[in-house]
Nanobody, 116 residues
Framework: QVQLVESGGALVQPGGSLRLSCLAS????????MAWYRQAPGAQRELVAA???????NYAHSVEGRFTISRDNAKNTVWLQMNSLKPEDASVYYC??????????WGQGTQVTVSS
């Protein structure tokens, strides 16, 4: 059974930092591209950052320079370090594991709220 379990979402003030974690199980983690998406109320889910199995990263323009995605294949874990958070970063953040169009899995999401 595939599970992606996110953690780390919280309420943070503008300018603050958070680190999201996603622990994967039930997949051959080293084969998968891991990514973080987010979805605000009434909006489409959007890609925030992705990291391939070889460590190549890709970021949405809106988070480049503020967010960092990383992974540890030995721990089956991917992180999203979020710095200089803005109110517009507030969303539910979802972990995604992608290998093929069928082998594509989602976590349950973790809420990030940015407010003073």
């Amino acid at each position: 059974q595939v599970q992606l379990v996110e953690s780390g979402g919280a309420l943070v003030q503008p300018g603050g930092s958070l680190r999201l974690s996603c622990l994967a199980s039930g997949i051959s983690f080293t084969l998968y591209t891991m990514a973080w998406y987010r979805q605000a109320p009434g909006a489409q889910r959007e890609l925030v950052a992705a990291i391939t199995n070889s460590g190549v990263t890709n970021y949405a323009h809106s988070v480049e320079g503020r967010f960092t995605i990383s992974r540890d294949n030995a721990k089956n874990t991917v992180w999203l370090q979020m710095n200089s958070l803005k109110p517009e970063d507030a969303s539910v953040y979802y972990c995604n594991a992608a290998f093929t169009s069928v082998q594509n899995y989602w976590g349950q999401g973790t809420q990030v709220t940015v407010s003073s």
